[in-house]
Structures are given as structure tokens and as C-alpha cells.
């Protein structure tokens, strides 16, 4: 398994964690899927095939401001035996963020379908 897997696990363990807990919080299965499909092309726009400093200025910002990149660094770092800098507490606290985020949204349209009923 290369670094890419485990570097989506926190993300969409975080998601799943956020939907099993509020089941509707999409307003169908595909929705739900669409979601999913949409944070498939989140390792493009990181470090993980490339370095960040041969992508355009404009693109060196969003890869390096996002939770994936942090995440395949420290993983990076870790199997390669180098060393890690900040990027595996940018990577705790990116998990944290969404797992929080998640959780809050999910509950928010809990509540917002509960009353409808």
C-alpha cells in the first residue's frame, strides 16, 4: 500500500464517523457518494506525486493549505526516515479540524431534518 491510502483513512474515517452517527445528513445515498467523489482528486492537488516547489505559484499555496499534504509528508517522513518538521502536527490538527467540522454539520442537519417531521 503506498502513503496516498493511508493518508485518506483520518479524512474519511472522519466522514464516516460524522454520517454514522446522523444517517441524514445527505439527502440520498448518491448525494452522500458524490461527496466522496469530490474529495477523490484532493491528492492531485498535494505533495504526494509531486514537490510543491515545481508547481506554479498559485498552486504551491493550495497544496501546501491543504489536509492531505501534511498527512503524506509525515507519512513520507516516517517511512523514509527523514525528518518530519511540523507536518505531522499539521496533520493531527487537519484530522481534528474535519473530524470537528463533520460532526458539527452533521448534527446541524440532524437537527434541521428532526423538525420538519
Not at 6 to 14: I, L
Not at 28 to 55: E, H, I, K, Q
Request: charged letters at 10%; a positive charge.
Amino acid at each position: 500500500m503506498d502513503s496516498g491510502y493511508f493518508g485518506h483513512f483520518p479524512v474519511h474515517f472522519g466522514l464516516y464517523l460524522a454520517v454514522r452517527r446522523h444517517r441524514s445528513c445527505f439527502s440520498s445515498p448518491a448525494a452522500a457518494n458524490g461527496y466522496g467523489f469530490a474529495l477523490l482528486f484532493l491528492p492531485y492537488l498535494s505533495s504526494a506525486f509531486v514537490s510543491t516547489d515545481t508547481m506554479p505559484t498559485w498552486l504551491q499555496w493550495i497544496a501546501s493549505n491543504q489536509p492531505i499534504t501534511p498527512i503524506i509528508e509525515s507519512l513520507r517522513s516516517l517511512l523514509t526516515g527523514t525528518e518530519m518538521q511540523n507536518h505531522l502536527w499539521l496533520a493531527v490538527v487537519w484530522c481534528l479540524v474535519l473530524l470537528a467540522g463533520s460532526l458539527f454539520w452533521s448534527n446541524w442537519a440532524f437537527q434541521r431534518k428532526s423538525n420538519r417531521r
